[in-house]
């Protein structure tokens, strides 16, 4: 079993799916006041007691990702986080004209849709059977995946 062909790889791809993370809890960590009001701009009930919660999930939920400890019920959590941080805190319904370049309601749109696609990274490892040899993915680009019927 080669490290660079099989292990290697889905550490990497772990690595980029969770980078984000551990900086956005840093930056709460730093700039507490500017995390501080937005926790308070959504309807959400102890906003200190959740940034608190957040900041720890963002920290430890990626380190058991990478490292394969637990990483089925962390990414399940980043899943549903993503989810509700994309609802509360990126309403990008809520702005009218919203794909228009004036305005927040663009970066929303895109920020709303980006936690979506993460959360679906993270349901996809959560529900993965595992990883897929390197040389088999080389081999067989156009390969489907396990759960396909086409194999």
């Given at each position: 079993m080669s490290?660079?062909?099989?292990?290697g790889p889905e550490i990497v791809a772990r690595v980029l799916l969770v980078c984000i993370f551990p900086l956005s809890g840093l930056d709460k960590i730093f700039h507490w006041k500017e995390a501080m009001a937005q926790a308070k701009s959504a309807p959400v009930p102890a906003p200190v007691a959740l940034l608190v919660l957040a900041i720890l999930n963002e920290l430890c939920a990626p380190v058991c990702i990478v490292l394969g400890w637990h990483d089925r019920l962390a990414a399940?959590?980043?899943c549903g986080y993503c989810i509700i941080t994309a609802v509360l805190y990126h309403p990008f319904w809520e702005f009218t004209h919203f794909w228009s370049q004036a305005g927040d309601g663009r970066s929303h749109f895109w920020d709303f849709f980006k936690n979506l696609c993460v959360a679906g990274g993270m349901a996809l490892l959560a529900l993965s059977g595992g990883y897929v040899r390197l040389s088999t993915v080389v081999t067989h680009p156009l390969g489907n995946a396990p759960y396909s019927a086409a194999r």
């Open positions: 490290f660079i062909t099989q292990l399940v959590i980043l």
